[in-house]
């Protein structure tokens, strides 16, 4: 689907957006940010579950959902391990123990900010307007494997983009994942394309 | 971009979309108000545009809402929130203010950069939906499914509770209907065993006085001339007397033997089938259980060490030689369960309104596919001859006849535990 050219092309456009990712959040999170090199993977949506219990392991996991559209459209799941949902609260300045409802919100509103902050970079680079529908939970604790139900996933590839984020003082962690469909991959092929063009 | 002008075609839909939207600058000043904001804040936009908004509203949760602005600005982002986590921005009436159920309109949000022309995000949109429908729609299906669920946990325990009766029921059926079969079958028995065990004690007595008469002629025959002591001697030629004499005796006291197990099973039998004495006298457990012991000594000494561990007792209402039986039970079951030596240990004590006496052993445990037979008439894992089967049947019925439960508990090769638990005041009956 993409030649090693373009691969290595996309690879270099998702890196550069997330390198800006990481400066923006850190800028909202009030503290550094390390992102992991993306990783890239296109892969048959059945292939889905066993790529995120490979990458995720079998801790019981939290997951957010959000929607995106515009000139590329997709679902990006922002994945928490459930230790980590609590040094969450501290980190964006909740002091009080945090009744469940506000612990939700908090989870809502990171996970806003690492999506946004990195399809926001991988957008600019490929000059694309992206807009955002609000972001839902998708599951609470529950197994990788068990996260993304792929039966009713009727399409022959899915653009898979894993980004680790940590950072630098707490033991906070959580990964990215963005889900493109096949003929949004196409788009990004032209975006690519372009790009090296202009190179 | 400047903030929505009222003048204008967009400011107009704005203006009069059925969705609050408002919009503020880097300072939280108010640039746009539109008529859902006004009307539902009785603010009027001249009241408002221009000054602070935590100044016209100062119930608005400031530290949360600057954070949130601040990340639409540092990121030119969207931001959202839910009336799921949120119930509401700004606390407006809402729509159903009699039949909703719920204190204010829920609101969804959605903060908005509002890019200048160098790209530099200073100003934030804020759209404000009415969700309430949605959500008291949302809160009367999750009250359902609550109750559901509940409903459904309800139900399984009642589903749990009638197997449990069934079990019991069936335990009891089966229990009433050997115990008719073993009344009808004990009376019968009864009459030949009488007869026989007369006749045996009578050709025990014959028997003597027929040896007594041997004896005699015997001795007599002695005296007899040669020609006639052979004659005798070619008739009763290879007739072992003295063996006879030997062996009868034993042959006639084995048969009493047996008929004594014969008479002692009939009598479990009639026990079974509640014949007896069924009096309750209030009673010291720890009587019967010293006078059972003194009858099941003997089994127990050459099989095991037997600790006692009485705690306090108060005296029970109940049938005391019943009881005695199914301790009798019990410790004869613990005994025969230890293959070399082992121990048995015979705990009391209360809990609540219940008493409970257990028998524990150190033999070889029941299988877990046989646990739930044990009490079964007739099941036995022993050679013909040492068990009948019906003990615990037995004992069962007596316990259940008490109010009382037996509980069993046993690891295979380690030992077992049998439980008998008895309400103070006595049960039914
Ligand atoms: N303490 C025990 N340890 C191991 N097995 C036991 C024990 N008590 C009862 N059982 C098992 O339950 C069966 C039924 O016991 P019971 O009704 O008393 O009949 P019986 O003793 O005549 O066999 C026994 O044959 C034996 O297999
Ligand atoms: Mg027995």
């Not at chain 2, 903060?111 to 200048?116: L, S």
């Not at chain 2, 019990?330 to 409970?356: C, K, M, Y």
Request: aromatic residues 6%; contains cysteine; negative net charge.
């Amino acid at each position: 689907m993409l030649s090693e050219d373009q691969r290595d092309a996309l690879q270099e456009l998702i890196n550069i957006g997330m390198g800006r990712a990481g400066a923006s959040a850190a800028a909202v999170l009030g503290e550094f940010v390390q992102l992991s090199v993306p990783r890239i993977l296109i892969l048959r949506p059945g292939l889905i579950p066993a790529a995120l219990e490979r990458i995720l392991g079998s801790e019981p996991l939290t997951a957010v959902r959000q929607g995106f559209h515009g000139d590329l459209r997709g679902e990006a799941v922002v994945v928490y391990g459930a230790a980590h949902c609590r040094e969450l609260a501290d980190l964006m300045g909740y002091e009080d123990l945090l009744e469940p409802g506000a612990e939700r919100e908090l989870l809502l509103d990171v996970s806003n900010v690492l999506v946004g902050a990195c399809l926001g970079g991988l957008a600019e680079q490929i000059r694309a307007e992206v807009g955002f529908s609000a972001p839902s939970l998708m599951a609470v604790d529950e197994a990788a494997a068990s996260l993304i139900d792929v039966r009713d996933v009727d399409l022959p590839c899915a653009l898979f983009v894993e980004v680790n984020f940590r950072l630098e003082v707490r033991s906070f962690a959580c990964h990215l994942i963005l889900l493109l469909v096949e003929e949004q991959i196409l788009v990004l092929r032209n975006a690519v394309d372009r790009f090296l063009e202009a190179l | 971009m400047s903030p929505l002008n009222a003048d204008e075609p967009g400011g107009f839909v704005a203006d009069h979309l059925d969705v609050g939207v408002f919009a503020i600058d880097a300072a939280f000043r108010v640039t746009l108000w539109n008529r859902f904001m006004a009307t539902h804040s009785r603010q009027r936009a001249e009241a408002v545009i221009g000054r602070n908004l935590f100044e016209c509203f100062p119930e608005l949760p400031r530290g949360w809402l600057e954070r949130k602005v601040r990340q639409v600005q540092a990121l030119r982002n969207y931001a959202f929130t839910s009336w799921t986590q949120r119930p509401y921005l700004f606390r407006f009436d809402h729509n159903r203010p009699i039949t909703g159920g719920v204190d204010a309109m829920r609101q969804n949000c959605t903060f908005m950069p509002v890019r200048g022309e160098d790209g530099s995000v200073s100003q934030v949109c804020v759209t404000l939906q009415d969700v309430t429908d949605t959500a008291i729609a949302h809160q009367a299906l999750a009250a359902s499914l609550v109750e559901l669920e509940r409903e459904k946990a309800e139900q399984q325990r009642l589903i749990g509770e009638l197997e449990e009766a069934h079990m019991q029921v069936l335990q009891s059926e089966k229990l009433a209907s050997i115990g008719q079969l073993a009344a009808g079958v004990a009376h019968e028995i009864n009459n030949p065993i009488g007869y026989v065990s007369a006749n045996l004690g009578s050709l025990k007595r014959y028997l003597d006085d027929l040896m007594k008469v041997l004896d005699a002629h015997l001795e007599l025959a002695a005296e007899l001339p040669t020609e006639c002591r052979e004659r005798v001697a070619a008739r009763t030629a290879g007739i072992d007397v003295d063996y006879l004499r030997a062996d009868l005796p034993q042959l006639l006291g084995e048969s009493c033997e047996g008929l004594e197990r014969v008479r002692r099973i009939v009598l479990d039998l009639k026990d079974f089938s509640r014949m007896g004495e069924t009096e309750k006298v209030p009673a010291d457990l720890h009587r019967c259980l010293d006078s059972t012991l003194n009858v099941v000594a003997n089994e127990l000494r050459y099989k095991a060490e037997l600790e006692k561990c009485y705690g306090e007792l108060p005296e029970i209402e109940c049938v005391p030689s019943q009881l005695n039986q199914v301790f009798m039970n019990l410790l004869i079951n613990a005994a025969q369960a230890i293959e070399e030596r082992g121990r048995i240990t015979i705990t009391t004590g209360s809990v609540g309104d219940e008493v409970f006496v257990s028998v524990r052993d150190s033999g070889c445990g029941i299988p877990p596919d046989e646990l739930r037979r044990v009490f079964d008439p007739f099941f036995t894992t022993k050679p013909v001859g040492s068990g009948t089967g019906l003990g615990l049947s037995i004992s069962y019925g007596i316990v259940e006849r008490h109010g009382g439960r037996i509980e069993v508990d046993s690891t295979p090769g380690q030992g077992s535990e049998f439980r008998v638990w008895l309400p103070l005041h006595g049960g039914a009956d």
